[in-house]
């Protein structure tokens, strides 16, 4: 299915604060970007110590955020729909994999993971 995105726009953090306030999951998202990163001069077990602690921030986040979702199922609707061409009771009827395309390109229209972990720091707060 072919779905029109559209770009970031700053209203968008202040949405984005509000799920995450909703849904009780600013704590694992601290968690997360919080993780030490891994360093060229670490030792082989200082790097292990820290993959280890980011795949652990990682998990609790993304149990959380399934856990949690109903709390917020509604605005997280709207959210998505608000990035697409799609009125937010379509979003429901999406496939899985369309949803998480959405997903993906506004993670790219942030520049990559780095600029979603500056939009999710900036919307937890």
């Given at each position: 299915?072919?779905?029109?995105?559209?770009?970031?726009?700053?209203?968008?953090?202040?949405?984005?604060?509000?799920?995450?306030?909703k849904?009780?999951?600013?704590d694992?998202?601290?968690?997360?970007?919080?993780?030490?990163?891994?360093?060229e001069?670490?030792?082989?077990?200082e790097?292990?110590?820290?993959?280890?602690?980011?795949?652990?921030a990682?998990?609790d986040?993304?149990?959380?955020?399934?856990?949690?979702?109903?709390?917020?199922?509604?605005e997280?609707?709207?959210f998505?729909?608000g990035?697409?061409?799609?009125?937010?009771?379509?979003?429901?009827?999406l496939?899985?994999?369309?949803?998480?395309n959405?997903?993906?390109?506004?993670?790219?229209?942030?520049?990559?993971?780095?600029?979603?972990?500056?939009?999710?720091?900036?919307?937890?707060?």
């Amino acid at each position: 299915m072919e779905i029109k995105t559209r770009g970031l726009l700053f209203g968008d953090v202040s949405k984005m604060s509000r799920i995450l306030r909703k849904m009780e999951i600013k704590d694992e998202i601290k968690k997360l970007f919080s993780s030490p990163s891994i360093k060229e001069d670490d030792t082989p077990a200082e790097k292990e110590l820290k993959l280890r602690k980011a795949e652990e921030a990682g998990a609790d986040f993304t149990a959380t955020l399934f856990v949690n979702y109903c709390l917020a199922e509604t605005e997280m609707d709207d959210f998505v729909a608000g990035l697409t061409d799609l009125p937010a009771d379509q979003v429901k009827k999406l496939e899985f994999d369309d949803v998480r395309n959405i997903l993906k390109m506004f993670t790219n229209s942030l520049g990559g993971v780095k600029g979603l972990i500056n939009f999710f720091k900036s919307a937890a707060r």
